[in-house]
Nanobody, 119 residues
């Protein structure tokens, strides 16, 4: 099993910045992609950004140029630097890790951290 613990959420004014962290622990061998998703009230959970174990990144169009995902493989930690925040970024942000061992893939989620952007 993999445990994911997020931190760094909070309340910020529009135009401000926040940095989210997600530390993985437990059976971390075989973790491949790590990413951030978010879910706003009344909406489906959506991908924000993902980073592979090799460092390749992918972003949702709505956050390109404002958010940066990074990863420290030695610490099994993924970060999301969020700049120029907008009220529409308000959501619960979830960390995700995908693990693959002998072609068996597993998906793990953190408990979520609230990000609220005031106008």
């Amino acid at each position: 099993q993999v445990q994911l613990v997020e931190s760094g959420g909070g309340l910020v004014q529009a135009g401000g910045s926040l940095r989210l962290s997600c530390a993985a622990s437990g059976s971390t061998f075989g973790i491949k992609d790590m990413g951030w998703y978010r879910q706003a009230p009344g909406k489906q959970r959506e991908l924000v950004a993902v980073v592979t174990s090799g460092g390749s990144t992918n972003y949702d169009d709505s956050v390109k140029g404002r958010f940066t995902i990074s990863r420290d493989n030695a610490k099994n930690t993924v970060y999301l630097q969020m700049n120029s925040l907008k009220p529409e970024d308000t959501a619960v942000y979830y960390c995700n890790a995908q693990r693959s061992i002998l072609s068996h893939e597993s998906d793990y989620w953190g408990q979520g951290t609230q990000v609220t952007v005031s106008s």
